[in-house]
């Protein structure tokens, strides 16, 4: 089936997959090696827990038939009864919360999941520990879900594509437009989700929420056993690989797309986030794209699959193609002329998994026709079992494995409920708030008016790729706690605002209220999979609602903004009967009361932009152009803070808080010396200088050459907030031959009681966090002058001299 097709009949029809699961899944946990197989199974050595899992994982595909091992490499993998080998679905989604997919159902013990905010607010907290601990509460359930046999436990998320342009539809899954941010929030998340730790304490650990864990403490390297990897709690997967960010824009689709990308890019921006979620991360599993990459799909690239991410970054797991990408091969770009060369295309290339059915039909016709081997597909089958052997499921009963304990009851448990809201606090960015007229005081707002079309939003405030929550909480209902009398009004009848029929309503009671929050923004019906926005403006007549109902109030006026991508409300920002702009994402099941915790002050904004908000304008620019630098020739402004020229309504880093923070670089470095091009090379090729030539050994190295950089932060007001320090480089020359205007190289966030302060120590790597991706795609630092710059507005810069001798 057509890969449009395909995902089509998946989602219109989930409720069909749901009812046909109630029989399949609900029940017991999928595993091998029971106590209920017969003695001869259970002697043969992948049965056998204390050997190698390599050695176990050989000795189980090499007892397959030929047959059998072609039906395994689809996402529905099927029993092999003669071995109690049982099935397996592959596809099961995890993106902010245990969602609807094959592998997933919710009619057994576990009605819902939590369902946390979408990846794009999550990462405006630049909140590290809320993000392992949002992944740890995540894979809890999934594992709790398959304990209860209602999911399989390969969860495909998270989505770690740049949010190049602010009209693509699947933006509001990522973290953002920043490489470091964006690769940073992929190897936390995969660690929060994959791996086994606090055994004593089994997936309960709760650390405080606004607490920062610091890199170090999130390195458990040395407890990963060698070759095929350690044990996972459940397994995670990277996606799209690689430069996938068009859906449906001016006829071209994801499907056909030729992704056209220089070198320089490819390395500076695109595969960067993809390369930590291999090596820092450890991900057990990465999917490639639909689209092509310079006229190869990236399903059938040997240089990217093979060479970059198994040979180059060392992936240890499996590769799986998005649904139908192999199909698409043949049957919609042509690069293969038949099913059966498509199956050996993407084999050879390095695939192990098809998300779909032509591996499976045309398999074995590849086989006899000679265009691919048995032991081509023993490879991807060696990949597959070993993620699932890592899983532990052929360690017999999962009730005697270190999660067995988990059930129901760590299912939308209180705590998790608690962390949704808290996930939603910590992103939610203050925008705007002329006189400081946020926080309002409870006991001043007697009567709110509440309007817009997203102001008592439900199934919206989740985004997509979500499930069935444990609860709601609209912004309506948040509100209610706060107010003894709020009045109500939709102002439009939906999301598109087509009608101005309800206006009239919104601004009556706009006119009685002490104050007015209007909560407008998109839905799924404007950006989703699949569907690209082609304007930055609020649809329909929501804007003529906002200013109609700020011109009838008489007390302030507050807009909230529901979005994934960016809004052009520059009407709204220079407009002096707008008080206060909230931009509050897709805040999950507890968004509501996130939002109205802030509005009266129990919690203080901290959340920052993490993408660039573009004016209207910017939807000249062609989408498929996938440069990231500027080209003065043509006009082209670039994209994202690090390259954009242009004007801007907001941006990246942008977002104010309750009190005020004053932030000072007190202690780096004026000079420093760096290593010899040799050893940079060296390492770049090696993310490592341990592989370099013993002759470079007492040369200075690119593991060893670093500095501290000291910073002073300080709380001047007489609330508690938490401040985001976000520490930039701009290189010697920024902005010219593709180098960045600035780039972030650190991060933290830090909470502080009014009036108080603390130090704070970043270490920079300077080949790591400073090297120049040049034209070719190689990095290099570069002599000269590099500026430290502190916030992002360039409040605070410190200059450091980059030089290969001190005399």
Not at 13 to 20: N, T, V
Not at 52 to 80: C, F, G, W
């Amino acid at each position: 089936m057509a890969a449009w097709r395909y995902l089509a009949v998946f989602f219109v029809f989930h409720h069909i997959i749901q009812i046909f699961q109630t029989f399949v899944v609900h029940g017991t946990a999928l595993h091998g090696c029971g106590s209920d197989l017969d003695a001869s199974i259970l002697a043969m050595p992948f049965c056998n827990i204390s050997i190698p899992i390599a050695d176990r994982t050989l000795d189980l595909v090499s007892r397959l038939t030929l047959q059998e091992k072609i039906a395994q490499l689809v996402n529905t993998a099927p029993e092999v009864t003669r071995l109690g080998i049982p099935r397996h679905e592959w596809w099961n989604e995890a993106l902010h919360g245990v969602a609807y997919s094959p592998g997933v159902t919710f009619t057994g013990p576990a009605s819902g999941a939590t369902s946390f905010p979408q990846p794009i607010l999550t990462a405006s907290s630049f909140n590290m520990t809320l993000w392992t601990l949002v992944g740890q509460a995540i894979s809890t359930e999934g594992r709790a879900m398959y304990n209860l046999g209602q999911s399989h436990l390969t969860f495909w998320a998270p989505n770690i594509n740049i949010f190049r342009d602010p009209r693509w539809g699947r933006g509001q899954e990522t973290p953002g437009e920043d490489p470091l941010l964006t690769s940073i929030y992929a190897s936390t998340f995969v660690r929060a989700m994959q791996e086994i730790r606090y055994s004593d304490e089994g997936s309960r650990y709760k650390a405080p929420f606004g607490v920062q864990m610091v890199p170090s403490e999130l390195d458990t390297t040395e407890e990963r056993s060698p070759a095929v990897g350690r044990m996972l709690k459940t397994s995670v997967c990277c996606k799209h690989f690689t430069a996938y960010d068009v859906e449906n824009w001016d006829g071209i689709d994801r499907y056909h797309f030729n992704a056209e990308v220089s070198d320089q890019d490819l390395e500076d921006t695109y595969n960067r986030p993809f390369q930590s979620c291999v090596q820092e991360g450890q991900a057990s599993s990465m999917m490639c794209s639909y689209n092509r990459v310079n006229g190869v799909p990236t399903c059938a690239n040997y240089n990217l699959l093979t060479e970059t991410a198994r040979n180059t970054w060392g992936l240890n797991g499996y590769i799986t193609s998005d649904c139908d990408a192999v199909e698409l091969i043949y049957s919609a770009v042509n690069y293969a002329p038949s099913a059966e060369d498509a199956v050996a295309e993407v084999l050879m290339a390095g695939l192990d998994l098809n998300c779909g059915s032509t591996a499976a039909n045309f398999g074995q016709s590849a086989v006899d026709q000679g265009k691919v081997n048995e032991s081509t597909i023993d490879r991807a089958l060696f990949d597959l079992f070993s993620v699932r052997m890592r899983l532990g499921e052929f360690d017999g009963d999962p009730e005697n494995q270190i999660y067995g304990s988990l059930g129901l009851d760590d299912i939308c448990s209180q705590y998790h409920k608690e962390l949704a809201i808290e996930a939603a606090g910590q992103g939610i960015v203050l925008l705007k708030n002329d006189n400081n007229v946020l926080p309002f005081l409870r006991g001043h707002i007697q009567k709110l008016a509440l309007t817009g079309p997203n102001a008592n939003a439900t199934s919206s405030m989740l985004g997509n790729y979500a499930g069935v929550p444990c609860e709601y909480i609209t912004p309506l209902q948040g509100l209610q706690t706060y107010v003894d009398l709020l009045l109500y009004e939709p102002g439009c009848w939906d999301i598109s605002c087509q009608d101005g029929g309800l206006i009239g309503a919104a601004a009556a009671i706009a006119s009685s209220a002490d104050a007015v929050v209007i909560v407008a923004g998109i839905d799924q019906t404007q950006e989703q999979e699949t569907l690209d926005r082609t304007s930055l403006l609020l649809p329909g007549q929501q804007q003529s609602l906002i200013e109609t109902v700020a011109n009838s109030s008489k007390g302030p006026v507050i807009l909230v903004i529901m979005s994934g991508g960016a809004v052009d409300i520059s009407f709204a920002k220079f407009n002096p009967q707008i008080h206060g702009i909230l931009w509050v994402g897709y805040p999950g099941q507890g968004g509501g009361q996130a939002l109205a915790d802030i509005l009266f002050g129990h919690r203080n904004p901290g959340g920052r932009l993490p993408v660039t908000w573009y004016p209207e304008s910017f939807t000249q620019v062609s989408m498929t152009d996938m440069n990231m630098k500027p080209n003065t020739s043509s006009g082209y402004p670039g994209r994202s803070y690090r390259f954009y020229t242009g004007e801007t309504v907001y941006s990246f880093g942008d977002g104010l808080s309750y009190t005020n923070f004053l932030s000072t670089i007190t202690s780096a470095p004026s000079r420093f010396l760096i290593p010899s091009l040799e050893q940079q090379r060296c390492y770049h090729n090696f993310n490592s200088t341990s592989k370099c030539p013993k002759g470079f050994q007492n040369e200075l190295t690119c593991d060893t050459a670093s500095f501290e950089v000291r910073v002073s932060v300080s709380n001047q007001g007489v609330r508690r907030g938490s401040e985001t320090l976000m520490l930039y480089s701009v290189p010697p020359k920024s902005g010219i031959g593709g180098e960045p205007l600035k780039q972030l190289i650190a991060f933290q966030r830090v909470s502080l009681d009014a009036y108080s302060s603390m130090d704070v120590g970043f270490e920079v790597l300077p080949c790591k966090h400073l090297s120049s991706v040049k034209y070719d795609g190689t990095k290099e630092l570069v002599e000269g002058t590099h500026t430290l710059v502190l916030g992002s507005k360039d409040e605070v810069s410190h200059a450091v001299s980059f030089v290969t001798n001190f005399f």
